[in-house]
């Protein structure tokens, strides 16, 4: 016998995407160091391929430096229309976008009309198709000026944002209700500091430990800003940030090993939030995988990620949908309004999104059913497309993309059946 799990009436169903991962065409500073560092990543993937994940069929692409080249992307500049016609068919109610500062603001104090036109556009074509625009102002991504002055390691960045924010939304609005100012700040700064990964895949700053405190103090400061200057144009906006949430847990009952996990949850999951806390009208969460932790008398860094993984995604990445439960139920305390911003798998045969994302929606309504007060979920992504320091050979679609034959979308069969369960607003846990 079916057993639907209701979710809540006027929940947001939808997903996500990022300019400089879909649009095509961006000169920013991820453009500039991808095109420098395309042949070191191609050469690092085969090394880590090879000694780590012995044979692959994503291997060739991995290790092909146009790979690491965002170039055109998925057109999604071009062919928004297109994209969110397959969203509206879909049944997705809510999208996320960001939009690229970079365009609008293409040297200092300097705004571009048409590209604040297009994005103009690209809200009304959302908002006349029933759909609910989530706008989120930094994703990674920095003008080349802004850079030049130090980027986010410069408190002048700041400042910076906030008139930067305070432009778009004065010129999106009232198109536009729910504004995120930053995507995953903690993340950012922790890998543009300290790095990521077996090589660094990433614009990289390297300023270690006190360079990854002081860019989060530069990145709240940022937040702070662009919350003030939206709010004063419109108290009524709701403004938050997309925050990544790993639920990090112990290997078994070691003392030690617990107790760093309590201080991953501080400063991974909770420090930002933390601060900003009086300047969020609700918490966006990322979510995709668990970090289980063994303290050992090794390098600290190899105390990480011994996690089971029975099932993982085309990345290694652990399917642990409980995880979402554990996310929703950690950032509850801030007594906010939660969207799940974030919440995909690398899946390029599309075998286990679905499954994937009607476990996390089980888990999802559990949160819900125990007081949580979630409002709405976006899938990550929409479109396959440039998964920064991974290229393009991760799919995380629920529209894949024929990069051989003019970008041609296809929707997957996963994304057909999301569209049930936003269709019943329901999961069915039978």
Known sequence: MAKLLKFPKGFYWGASTSSHQVEGGNKNDWSIWEKENAGRLANGARVYWQLWRRKSEFLPQAMDPANYI?????????????????????GHNAHRL??????????????????????????????????????????????????????????????????????VVSELSPGVKYWITLNEPTLYSLVSNLGFGPWMEWPYVGGGYRGWFRMSSNLVAGHKGAHHAIKALNKSHQVGIAQ??????????????????????????????????????????????????????????????????????????????EGIYKAVKEVSIYRKPIY???????????????????????????????????????????????????????????????????????????AKEYAKIIKTNAVDAS
Do not use: C, M
């Open 70 to 90: 965002s170039g055109k992307a998925t057109d999604h500049y071009g062919r928004f229309r297109e994209d969110f016609d397959i969203a509206k068919a879909l």
């Open 98 to 167: 960001s939009i690229e500062w970079s365009r609008v603001e293409p040297s200092e104090g300097k705004f571009d009309d048409e590209e604040i036109e297009h994005y103009r556009t690209v809200i009304s074509e959302l908002k006349a198709r029933g759909i609910e625009p989530f706008v989120t102002l930094f994703h990674f991504t920095l003008p080349i000026w802004v850079r030049s002055k130090g980027g986010w390691a410069s408190r002048q960045t700041a400042r910076d944002f906030a008139k930067y924010a305070e432009r």
């Open 244 to 321: 990544s949430i790993v639920y990090f847990d112990a290997f078994g009952i070691n003392p030690l090993s617990r107790l760093v996990v309590r201080s991953a949850r501080r400063f991974y999951n909770h420090r930002f939030l933390k601060k900003i806390r009086k300047y969020q009208d609700f918490v966006g969460i990322n979510y995709f995988t668990h970090n289980r932790i063994r303290v050992g008398l090794e390098n600290p860094r190899r105390w990480f990620n011994h996690n089971e993984n029975k099932e993982v995604s085309d990345l290694g990445w652990e399917l642990y949908p």
């Open 340 to 414: 799940i911003t974030e919440n995909g798998i690398a899946d390029t045969r599309d075998l286990k999104r679905a499954k994937f994302i009607k476990d996390n929606l089980e888990w999802l309504h559990r949160a819900i059913s125990d007081g949580a007060d979630v409002r709405g979920y976006f899938h990550w992504s929409l479109l396959d497309n440039f998964e920064w320091g991974d290229g393009f050979w991760p799919k995380f679609g629920l529209v894949e993309i024929d990069y051989k034959n003019g970008l041609k979308r296809k929707v997957r069969q996963s």
